[in-house]
């Protein structure tokens, strides 16, 4: 098995690129495993972990309901913000500046091969993280990302996730806020849950701004403890 993530930070990227991107390095381990499967030979197959933070976006989900998002796509426009129907499970999300979304496009085979545990490990790695700012992140029962106050009239989701999985490859992951303009997310009904509110990180701690360099480093010291894994940046390990 090979534990070594290759990672990119992509920096400020168009959701369409970055998509496209995302599907080819999945082609690829996808593509890799076939390969050996019909040679009847065991290559390692790579990972990926992408970090990129995307302009004005907002995304639909296979199973979401195009009603939860609350404008057209005029006022969308208006607003600098693009809109997608793409191939993830969930509803619909936004994503733009000041959030920091991850993408893992890993060959599960490599580490295990269960998806709810793969979703709670994306899970975890945000708790964890949230606790080191003194944050208590919590899990809400049959609503897949981490949330802070559950149970409570005070509910707030502060990071969202989906993800797609073929042949045990992961792709698309999870959106963070972190010194996010929640504005947006009154466009729409966050991931199809009603009454509910959105937080961004800077908020919870009273900051104008959070070191988003610095929340990075902990989500992958944090991976790279759940997933065994050994994150690797140019050819050199983090």
């Known amino acids: ?36 499967r019909r040679e009847e030979r065991n290559l390692p197959t790579p990972n990926h972990f992408l970090f990129v933070e995307h302009p004005h976006v907002f995304t639909l989900g296979k199973s979401g309901d195009m009603e939860n998002l609350l404008v057209d796509e005029g006022v969308l426009a208006e607003k600098g913000a693009k809109f997608y129907k793409i191939n993830r499970g ?14 893992p496009i890993l060959d599960l ?58 042949r045990w490859v992961t792709m698309h992951g999870f959106a963070f806020n972190i010194n996010a303009d929640l ?20 908020i919870e701690l009273g900051k104008e701004r959070v070191d988003m360099e610095e929340v990075k480093q902990k989500l992958l010291r944090h991976f790279e403890t759940l997933f065994e894994a050994e994150l690797i940046k140019k050819g050199i390990p983090i």
């Open 183 to 202: 504005g947006y997310f009154d466009l729409m009904i966050p991931c199809g849950i009603k009454d509910k509110a959105v937080t961004s990180l800077n």
């Open 1 to 36: 098995m090979n534990k070594k993530v290759l990672l990119e930070d992509l920096g400020q990227k168009d959701y369409q690129e970055t998509w496209d991107y995302q599907e080819f390095l999945f082609k690829g381990i996808v593509d890799a495993k076939i390969k050996n």
């Open 90 to 103: 969930g509803d619909i999300t936004y994503h733009g500046p000041g959030q920091i979304v991850g993408y």
């Open 109 to 166: 085979d490599n580490f295990f091969t269960d998806i709810h545990k793969y979703l709670r490990f994306l899970e975890e790695m945000v708790i964890l993280t949230l606790a080191e700012y003194g944050l208590k992140g919590e899990r809400s029962e049959g609503e897949t990302g981490v949330w802070l106050d559950v149970g409570t009239p005070f509910a707030r989701k502060i990071c969202a996730m989906g993800v797609r999985a073929s």
